[in-house]
């Protein structure tokens, strides 16, 4: 049996894990001198009430090897393959992390491992769209390379745009990247950027929240092209503009997917609250 593995920037909502046997390891979130792993020791809604109260602006940690090992030595002893898939080695240690474990794992087993780590280049529910579709690949009896091959042919198709309300948690975390050119701008424009290539890059700027909103809403549009939708809408303590885009997607959309999740404390910490975002592709 082949068991797919991930890590907490995923997203994908408790059922779906359930559903699809998906392993998470968590990240870790640190305040101060406090280390918390993500989604263990600290809920999403008590992360974003410490976030503002915070004296210094948290920061997060990849799990380390001896996490993965914990996660992978039993899968392995118990005979099965593992298919472990990541957000990016650009913005995290954590595939770093894994294939360390995996190099400790072969020299005390003394023989090669049946364990594919994928570096992907998404993370939140992008990268849990992927997770998903690993995972059915192995419900429908593909072999490792035949998923590892099925995750690779879905990287190039999806897509991760989001809105902010400010960058400032961007600026803090060290994760700004090409948005960087947006810092300096008026105080009151809202940020719409997209995951691309592992960085977070800028896609334009609206005025106020509500035409940024709708704007995601449009590009949506245009890159579906009117094709079988997979996808899920993620939000960081914004429920009622989550489900007000849920209706409005799917009053227009044929969706062959659809996921609501949170944006748990690892992601959070960059974005802040009220991040809004899409995560699709199409068939």
Not at 161 to 168: G, N, Q, R, S
Not at 228 to 252: D, F, M, N, S, Y
Request: aromatic share 6%.
């Amino acid at each position: 049996m082949i068991k797919i593995v991930t890590d907490s920037s995923c997203h994908l909502p408790s059922d779906q894990l359930q559903k699809h046997d998906i392993t998470v390891i968590p990240l870790k979130a640190i305040f101060g001198t406090k280390e918390y792993r993500d989604g263990i020791d600290l809920t999403n809604r008590q992360f974003y009430e410490m976030l503002p109260t915070a004296k210094q602006h948290p920061t997060t940690s990849q799990p380390s090897a001896g996490d993965f090992i914990e996660v992978y030595r039993p899968l392995l002893e118990a005979g099965h393959e593992i298919v472990s898939l990541h957000l990016p080695s650009k913005l995290s240690g954590t595939y770093a992390s894994a294939c360390a474990a995996k190099m400790e794992l072969e020299q005390q087993f003394r023989k090669q491992a049946p364990l594919s780590i994928v570096d992907t280049p998404w993370l939140s529910l992008a990268l849990g769209l992927l997770c998903v579709a690993a995972a059915q690949a192995v419900e429908a009896g593909k072999s490792r390379d035949q998923v590892v091959a099925t995750v690779n042919a879905l990287i190039p198709k999806l897509n991760l745009i989001f809105v902010l309300d400010t960058l400032e948690y961007l600026k803090r975390g060290g994760r700004i990247g090409g948005a960087r050119a947006l810092l300096g701008t008026l105080l009151n424009v809202k940020p719409l950027l997209q995951l691309e290539h592992g960085q977070v890059e800028p896609l334009e700027q609206q005025r106020s929240r509500a035409k940024a909103l709708k704007r995601l809403l449009e590009i949506l549009e245009q890159r579906a092209d009117r094709k079988p939708l997979h996808i899920g809408v993620l939000h960081a303590e914004a429920p009622e503009e989550a489900a007000t885009l849920e209706k409005q997607i799917r009053a227009r959309h044929e969706c062959v997917e659809f996921y609501t999740a949170e944006i748990g404390p690892v992601i959070g910490v960059h974005t802040g609250p009220n991040a809004v975002g899409l995560a699709f592709y199409t068939d």
